[in-house]
């Protein structure tokens, strides 16, 4: 893993991908949660090996390294592309690329933002196994040759309809279905938060 001040500063050179971790100083003052994440993200950057690595900020060049990060992109991607990845409830999150952030082109280049709080539980803690899952499936990706963008995106479009598929439930009855207004809500709350 790299730890960095600045994350423009950090060079793609021979590697394949560059793994952002994009987080707020709120979310570093979680004892907690910085102890569930960092063996995890740690883990993520030796499974790579020599083709991908994560870059983390300095804790306290959290707020350049991400206002520069916004500054960059605000030039290449559109309003809602980094208010996505800027907004602090999509906060803490990966940000896939494969360039580095200074030669970064939205047409040319693929890239992909995994949000983090759909693996933390309502008290805040990490689903550990959940989140792992995700980061088995990059490091397969890599290193099956697959494209790690389209599995990570698959991935996700399971876990979200998973989730819907929670909220409905089918039982003998009267009416024959019931529905989790518990999982409902949070079910839509995600999607608008999207």
Do not use: C
Request: glycine share 4%; no cysteine; aromatic share 12%.
């Amino acid at each position: 893993m790299y730890l960095t001040h600045s994350f423009v500063a950090v060079k793609k050179g021979d590697l394949d991908y560059l793994m952002f971790y994009i987080t707020e100083d709120y979310v570093e003052q979680q004892v907690k949660l910085k102890e569930q994440l960092n063996p995890l993200l740690e883990d993520l950057g030796r499974n790579l090996l020599d083709r991908g690595a994560v870059v983390k900020a300095f804790d306290r060049d959290l707020d350049s390294a991400n206002e520069e990060l916004t500054e960059k992109f605000d030039q290449d991607f559109t309003r809602e592309i980094i208010i996505s990845f800027d907004h602090q409830m999509e906060k803490p999150g990966l940000l896939i690329l494969n360039s580095d952030i200074e030669n970064f082109d939205p047409k040319n280049h693929k890239w992909i933002y995994v949000s983090f709080r759909e693996f933390l539980d309502e008290y805040g803690g990490v689903k550990i196994y959940k989140l792992k899952e995700m980061f088995d499936i990059l490091t397969s990706a890599i290193k099956e040759n697959k494209d790690l963008f389209k599995e990570a995106e698959n991935h996700l479009k399971k876990e979200k309809a998973i989730s819907a598929h929670k909220m409905v439930e089918l039982k003998p009855g009267i009416f024959g279905i019931s529905l989790d207004l518990k999982e409902t809500f949070n079910f839509f709350n995600q999607l608008r938060n999207k």
